[in-house]
């Protein structure tokens, strides 16, 4: 053998102590940065704005990305706060693609919207 049994169980368990200890300071980094409540509560907060604004600005005839984008911006309050709660450290690619994100939902709340007034135009 080349090292005792006791050595190797020695090593075998301090590795696992370090392996547990590392996993549960890397968990609290996260619960601490990612309050997943506030998120999921800023997600709807945005997603509501997005859909009153779409039922209160669309006007069946403009392209629906354009809408979707115009809706986007008129929930920018919501948007700003989603993306400063999901990303407290400020990184610019994150809050790019969450105000794409935004522009995206929108557009397809319009669709969405649009389909359910042709839908119950058709049923009349």
């Given amino acids: 053998m080349l090292f005792p049994s006791w050595f190797t169980r020695a090593v075998l368990v301090a590795v696992l102590a370090a392996t547990v200890a590392s996993c549960e300071y890397v968990a609290s980094v996260f619960e601490d940065d ?7 509560d800023a997600y709807s907060a945005r997603d509501t ?5 779409v039922l209160m600005t669309d006007d069946g005839v403009t392209d629906a990305a354009e809408v979707g984008a115009r809706v986007a911006r ?5 948007t700003g706060a989603l993306v400063s709660t999901t990303d407290p450290h400020g990184d610019p690619v994150v809050a790019t693609k969450i105000h794409a994100d935004s522009v995206f939902r929108a557009s397809g709340y319009v669709i969405r919207s649009r389909q359910a007034a042709s839908d ?5």
């Fill in 34 to 40: 990612f309050p997943t409540e506030k998120i999921g």
């Fill in 49 to 53: 704005c997005l859909k009153w604004t």
């Fill in 74 to 78: 008129s929930c920018s309050a919501e």
């Fill in 120 to 124: 119950i135009a058709q049923k009349r």
